[in-house]
């Protein structure tokens, strides 16, 4: 990610009491969804008319509930447009086409993600979303990039995003974690009943007020990008964790035990695959300050809740061995 960066042109009286008014008008109040975390951090999704379609399909596919206006911090989904000076893309809002100026004057600073600039005030929590239209790939992707302030600030009060499934049993929640074409997917498909899956591919981790940890089923994006898939997940939904498997192909299905270090390691590894899309784009500066607050969770992680080495083959009965020591 490009570094937040400010600029200052411009002037607007409308943002002195760090409000947004000056886009209020452009938000369709049919689009206005919220989501809830476990940790009691929660936000309100909200886009302009041009883009109430993208965020009723982001809702639909997290399952998320239109709400009334409240006091959540926002997210607010904006269309790019493109700069009638030839300057390229540029947060031109609509019919104001000092949006960007009257932004960056009052400290609002930006940080682009790929196709999408989200711009942000320190003290300030909602953010701004800026949008770049295009196809049904490119579309998908915006949508796995938009939820970047919700990790981020999960992030800032002990949780993290995980290359992990989410299975389910008796209420009590375990993840499968493991680097692509592992068998992580096709160990959820194979697991049976009484066991449910709630996701196969990312989740997001959080400490409630009392320390406890708690996961949150998050989309399979790739499912949208190669099969066109209609799935949905309920990201608002989110049960104690008990444990974490790493996955090993190996030829006989068996539990280790692993070490507070060791399980650590792993866990950050697992961040890096959920958040190297965006990393990409950091500085070095942010990037470092980024992993250590991460590599502190996960510490913090490996030290609560048991980790172990999975090894599974192809036609075993690995769930009988993540039963025997759960």
Known sequence: MGRWKAESVGTSSQLVGLQVNIIEHMLDNKSRYCIRLGNEQAWCISATKELSHWANRLAAIMQLEACEPNGYPRLIFIAKNSDKTGRGETLSGGSDDNLEEKLSIHGWQVQDINDIRFWSRPNFADVICEIGIGGETQEIVMMRHSLYPIYRGARDVGGLPLHAGLIERDGRGVLLAAPRNTGKSTCCRRIPKPWYV??????????????????????????????????TWNVQRCIPLSAIFFLEQAENDEVVSMGNGEAAVSISNSIKQVLLRT???????????????????ACELARKIPAYRLRITRSGRFWEEIEKVL
């Open 198 to 231: 709630l996701c196969d591919e990312e989740t997001l981790v959080v400490q409630d007020a009392r320390g406890q940890y708690l996961v949150h089923p998050f989309p399979t994006w790739s499912e949208y990008l190669m099969k066109r898939s209609k799935r």
């Open 279 to 297: 990393q990409y784009y950091m500085d070095r500066e942010e990037i470092e300050s980024s992993r250590l607050k991460l590599f502190d969770n």
